[in-house]
């Protein structure tokens, strides 16, 4: 085979965001983001084993617009996460690896954690009487 | 589960990696424990979301959400430091500095469970 013919890739002038590569790569990234997350987990534990005041400073604290953008991404890193890690071990399995139906996957995978959000945000809004 | 390791991997107990198959299983595992218990907490916060201190120190009171949240830290926790692990191995290419994060991941992980467990138990049993 001459030099010209072999495959390039990844070749960085025409390579392409794929969705194979996307969900991979934000698997990694919710993980770490989620890792961050846990803090808020420990401070609301914290707090509530500390008493009332400290749990509505704890209160309070969510209540900021930058903590609820915050929580936003926070939960949609959580349904990918858990979405992608359910494709994950069905992976594990040996399943889903042909290239349509792992290409399909994916988009599941990405449209899933975006209505698992939203589902998550409206019930909050619900419950917590804004809607 | 069936062992597809050859006899001689199985007896040094080392690939490259110089690890056994450990590490992924319980990745995997903690996966699959915190599929069930990320989804009961959600619905736990969902539930305390307006409701009183006093609504949401009854609900972890209960013995049932108290076991649920300690297995859902460590489990978390766990998993956590699993996949860190593995994202420093992979980018942290200094031999000195990842071995300190490895160990401080470590560390936090097992401070942070305890912490979160003792926070619970004072919660549940009264402080």
Redesign the interface.
Known sequence: MDSSSRPLSPHLGIYRWQVQMVTSILH?VT??A??VG?LL??AG??S??A??SA??AFRALLAFPLVQLLLLGWTWA?AYH?CN??R??LQ?AGLGFARPVFVRNGWIVVVLSLLLTAA?WI??LV???AL | MSDLRNPLQRARGLGSAKDGAQHWWRQ?VT??A??VL??WF?LLV?AL??GS??A??TA?ANPFNATL?VAF?VA??WH?QL??QV?IEDYVHTRGVELALQILVRLFAAL?AL??I???L??ALG?
């Open positions: 990694r993980g770490i989620l890792a846990s987990l420990l534990l914290l509530l084993a008493g009332p749990y509505a959580f858990l890690g359910v994950h071990l594990d998550v019930a909050s419950i917590g009487g | 995997r996966a699959a915190l599929l990320g989804i959600v969902l979301l307006r201190y006093a949401a120190q972890l949240m830290v978390l926790f956590m996949g860190l994202v942070a912490l979160a003792i926070a619970v004072r919660i402080g």
